[in-house]
């Protein structure tokens, strides 16, 4: 069990560029969310895949961000256009179907939009 | 899910028990309490949960009252390496497609 894991750990880029996180889930966990914190609050949900389907979206989701999981493994969240409001870590979760729920998070993403 | 509310922060000394409140008064019955932590510079790591019965394991105690109302994390001798924010949530029980809802949490330093 190595984890989850997330690539990059830091990425700086500029207002309008394009941006792809990948999320490397802990090998069994059928299950892959992801998070967006910004500095001094807790995580926000944003999307929720169970296998390759994804089955649940955040109003926060909005039309520039897209997230796939393709072949129910590693998981990447692209966010098109950015915006000075876009920086903020971005963390990905995995768990297995029930009975356990517990979720197991990656070290995440930090995004700066300059 | 029900709402819950943390103090912002608290301190502790080190080798001490830290005991971190957490009041949930319009819990359901079929709601969990959950608590998590975030270190510095890390992904939040699921600490502990229970319904209604207090838990313990190699991490932490969770004493939940009666009437479901509040509960505490309790930490028992704490190190320098507990110093995190500390969530706790409440959800749906087992089984909920649902995804945790983090509040703002309580910072709790660990002072050597």
């Known amino acids: 069990d190595t984890g989850v894991s997330q690539d990059p750990r830091h990425k700086i880029t500029k207002r309008g560029q394009n941006v792809t996180f990948r999320c490397d889930p802990i090998?069994?966990?059928?299950?892959l969310y992801w998070y967006r914190q910004t500095l001094g609050q807790g995580p926000e949900f944003l999307t929720y895949?169970?296998?390759?389907?994804?089955?649940?979206k955040s109003r926060l989701l909005s039309d520039r961000f897209s997230a796939e999981r393709p072949k129910g493994s590693f998981s990447t969240l692209e966010i098109q256009r950015t915006e000075q409001g876009d920086s903020a870590m971005y963390l990905c979760?995995?768990?297995?179907?029930?009975?356990?729920?517990?979720?197991?998070f990656g070290s995440g993403t930090q995004l700066s939009v300059l | 899910d029900a709402k819950t509310t943390q103090p912002p922060s608290m301190d502790c000394a080190e080798g001490r028990a830290a005991n971190l409140p957490c009041n949930h008064s319009?819990?359901?019955?079929?709601?969990?309490v959950y608590w998590y932590r975030q270190i510095h510079s890390q992904g939040p790591q699921y600490i502990i949960h229970?319904?209604?019965n207090n838990e313990t394991n190699e991490m932490a105690s969770l004493i939940i009252t009666e009437d479901r109302k509040s509960s505490t994390l309790i930490l028992p001798h704490a190190t320098l390496r507990d110093t995190a924010v500390y969530y706790c949530i409440v959800r749906v029980a087992y089984g909920s497609a649902r995804q945790l809802t983090f509040g703002s949490g309580t910072q709790l330093t660990v002072l050597p």
């Open positions: 229970g319904l209604k």
């Open positions: 319009t819990i359901s019955g079929n709601e969990y």
């Open positions: 895949f169970q296998n390759e389907a994804q089955l649940e």
């Open positions: 979760a995995s768990t297995i179907d029930p009975p356990d729920e517990k979720l197991f």
């Open positions: 090998s069994e966990h059928n299950r």
